[in-house]
């Protein structure tokens, strides 16, 4: 984890954007939006909103807000953060922005259980006085980088914060599948499918699926089978240095890609899966120093009052 950088009487006088993504289809975030926006722009600081967005977001005619067209490479340009407003979903796009800029990610919960969020609706002052007094640190998740090979070429490529899932497609039929760690065989079965997931992910769609859940700062792979038909079809965990691979049998039913819920390919009957350690990092602006295992315990609601330890 490293340190956000310190305010300097150079950087003082510099202007300093603050990107704002929202899911604007919800009114509590339309709401949540506007009040962090107006806060920022009160302290001094731009925003930068998406077009699409800002037509639901009643901000002032300002030049200090900034409007942009949709995702391109560069609609971060200039921001030191970004802050993202609404559930998983809301905050997994948001990621996309993240990633593709190397710009932090700062995520207000607005929907269920939201792991990658740092604050919670209720937090929004406290959210606008950290940034603006740049009260916040900077971590890096791992990431995925997921290729797709049929018949010797390259037919997709991918990239995942929380996991890379193959699935079936057919819902009468189960999908067989041989996974390989490093380029060895493990096992094979019939399945509805098989998730590749980060430690970041292991609380997602890999919890789900009965994998185990691994603490962020654990550098490692998941391999998770979804309703397997197998005796050996247990989770497996490896270095962050291994390389997963799940093969489409081929005489099974074609099946799907799914990177992080969000991005999807089809894979044709015999394609190769395969899914390493990410090349590029997702940055998060993270508020408090909670360890992680209250942050589980929050976000399951987890029973612990018998603790008889000593309190922090």
Not at 17 to 32: C, D, E, I, N
Not at 72 to 100: K, M, N, P, Y
Not at 274 to 283: I, K, N, S, Y
Request: include cysteine.
């Amino acid at each position: 984890m490293t340190a956000a950088p310190a305010l300097t009487p150079e950087s003082s006088t510099a202007p300093r954007t603050v990107f704002l993504l929202a899911h604007t289809g919800r009114p509590a975030a339309v709401r949540s939006a506007e009040l962090v926006a107006l806060g920022l722009l009160r302290s001094g600081l731009d925003v930068r909103v998406l077009a699409a967005e800002a037509a639901d977001l009643p901000l002032p005619d300002t030049s200090a807000v900034q409007i942009v067209p949709e995702a391109s490479s560069d609609v971060l340009d200039g921001c030191e953060l970004l802050i993202v407003l609404g559930g998983d979903g809301t905050l997994l796009r948001g990621a996309e922005f993240a990633r593709a800029s190397g710009v932090p990610m700062l995520g207000v919960n607005l929907g269920r259980v939201g792991f990658l969020a740092e604050a919670e609706r209720d937090d929004l002052d406290q959210v606008v006085d950290r940034v603006v007094t740049r009260a916040y640190e900077v971590e890096e998740r791992m990431t995925l980088d997921v290729t797709v090979h049929d018949d010797g070429d390259v037919i997709h490529s991918d990239w995942a914060l929380n996991e890379a899932a193959v699935q079936k497609v057919s819902p009468e039929r189960m999908l067989e599948v041989v996974v390989a760690i490093d380029g060895r065989p493990v096992t094979g079965f019939g399945c509805d499918g098989v998730i590749c997931a980060t430690p970041t992910g292991s609380t997602a769609y890999a919890f789900s699926a009965g994998g185990p859940v691994v603490w962020p700062e654990v550098e490692a792979l998941l391999m998770v089978p979804i309703g397997a038909h197998a005796l050996f079809a247990k989770p497996l965990v490896t270095t962050p240095d291994s390389v997963l691979a799940v093969e489409v049998e081929p005489h099974t039913p074609d099946g799907v890609l799914w990177c992080d819920g969000r991005r999807t390919a089809e894979l044709p009957a015999g394609a190769r899966v395969e899914v390493r350690r990410g090349a590029v990092p997702v940055r998060l602006a993270r508020l408090h120093h909670a360890s992680f295992t209250d942050r589980l315990v929050a976000k399951f609601a987890l029973p612990v009052s018998g603790w008889r330890g000593a309190p922090h």
